[in-house]
């Protein structure tokens, strides 16, 4: 058993396994395609020939779209992407297993793909899910490519439904004010509060712990969210990008109403024996000084929200709301940039430029002051229409 290489153009491989069938012990030869350098190309060689040997090979022509999407869920998504967008990744490859599990891989075309998504949408799947299914299923097939198990993507010709535009939800500052009225007494007001008045993230939120918290200063620091997934359940884990650990200046009511939370959760804790919280203790926490479920969170909210008469407001809306009042405030894109924990004030404007008014009338106005004059004196009679 052996394998060698060729090349087919620069950067492009073509690795050749030869050996013998152990049935009929005919000689058979294997082409994998492969690019990248040559010394990488020697590696997968040798890592193919390891497969034959130990029996663990699978045919490229021969296996199955449910069969490679184990391997990509095993050999990619388990060490390229956190848990909770492996469970993305499953959830949407789910429906390609389910419609094209039994196909052969190498046999799957871009028309197979497409018939894939006009299924989906009868089965009346949104147009949004339907593109997180070929967001998941392009990368599954590209890694395909890069393994050498596919030649070309089919699903970089197959195009998925368009997701209609959806208008990003916020409220009026009067709505925020009803809200937080209606909302005091209840489980969900504070989280409710510190949403609108620091534009945090659920996760980033119920990851927040009381040394990450001071009250004297009037700031807090955002180092770590919580994940709840399928596979690891709730666990600790740091900011998606360097700009998410930040720190937020607080307004005046949230430092009281921090403070207020903070002595009854202490109260609370000294009644049940278990003594004075600890700096890790999370602000927002079980009975028992555990972590609250953010999936428990989130089926909470709009149970909440019904009850108080306004079931339309989510919670990521509050976010979204904090950010512009800021605008309307008249505060620079940076500084919500940063308050956000964006990792860069292009997002930021991508999300929320359809907010900020009155630049081009300010504009107009240096334009005038600079030349408006000058022009007037020299112009001589009326512009003719």
Same mark, same amino acid.
């Given at each position: 058993?052996? *394998? ?12 050749v396994?030869?050996? $013998?069938d ?15 350098? =040559? ?26 779209v449910v ?9 990619w ?21 389910? +419609?094209?599990g ?14 894939l998504?006009a299924?989906? @949408? ?7 899910? #339907? ?6 299923? $392009? ?12 030649r070309?993507? /089919? ?8 997701? /209609?535009?959806k ?17 005091r ?11 609108? *008045? ?8 119920l ?14 620091t ?8 399928a ?7 740091g900011?998606?990008?360097? $700009?998410?650990?930040? @720190? ?12 207020? $939370?903070?002595? *009854? ?8 024996g ?7 203790? /999370? ?10 479920s ?9 149970? %909440? ?8 407001? @989510?919670?990521?809306?509050l976010r979204? #709301? ?19 924990? +964006?990792?860069s004030? #292009? ?9 900020? +008014? *009155? ?10 002051? %600079? ?6 004196a020299?112009?001589?009679? =009326?512009?003719? =229409?």
């Open positions: 058993m052996k *394998g060698h290489l060729r090349e087919r153009s620069p950067g492009r491989w073509a690795i396994l030869d050996h $013998h152990p049935v009929t012990g005919r000689r058979k030869r294997r082409w994998h395609s492969f690019a990248g350098t =040559k010394r990488q190309a020697q590696v997968r060689c040798a890592e193919l020939v390891a497969e034959l040997q130990s029996g663990t090979s699978v045919d490229p022509s021969k296996i199955t069969e490679f999407l184990d391997r990509f869920d095993r050999d998504a388990a060490l390229h992407v956190s848990a909770r967008s492996r469970d993305r990744y499953r959830f949407a490859l789910d429906h390609v297993r389910r +419609h094209l039994d196909r052969r891989l190498q046999k799957v075309s871009p028309a197979d793909i497409a018939a998504y299924s989906l @949408t009868r089965e009346g799947l949104a147009p949004r899910t #339907t593109r997180m299914v070929h967001t998941a299923l $392009h990368r599954a097939l590209g890694q395909a490519k890069n393994w050498g198990v596919l070309d993507n /089919p699903a970089d010709i197959a195009k998925p439904p368009k997701a /209609p535009t208008e990003t939800p916020m409220l009026q500052p009067s709505e925020a004010v009803g809200l937080l009225e209606r909302l007494g209840q489980p969900l007001y504070l989280i409710a509060s510190l949403a609108l *008045g620091t534009g945090m993230r659920r996760n980033e939120m990851g927040l712990r009381w040394g990450d918290v001071d009250l004297d200063a009037g700031r807090l955002i180092e770590q969210s919580l994940e709840q997934t596979t690891h359940g709730i666990r600790v884990k900011p998606k990008t360097k $700009h998410g650990r930040r @720190t937020i200046s607080l307004p005046a009511h949230l430092v009281a109403e921090l403070r207020q $939370h903070w002595r *009854g959760q202490q109260e609370e804790r000294l009644g049940m278990l003594g004075k919280a600890p700096e890790a203790a /999370p602000v927002f926490a079980t009975v028992d000084g555990g972590h609250l953010p999936n428990a969170i989130t089926k909470a909210w709009p149970v %909440a929200m019904a009850a108080i008469g306004m079931p339309a407001v @989510t919670l990521h809306s979204h #709301t904090h950010a512009s009042m800021l605008i309307n405030a008249g505060l620079d894109i940076l500084t919500i940039s940063r308050r956000l924990g +964006h990792s004030p #292009t997002i930021t404007l991508n999300v929320y430029g359809h907010l900020i +008014h *009155g630049g081009d009338d300010r504009a107009a106005q240096i334009m005038e002051a %600079a030349f408006g004059s000058k022009m007037v020299g112009g001589g009679g =009326k512009p003719e =229409k």
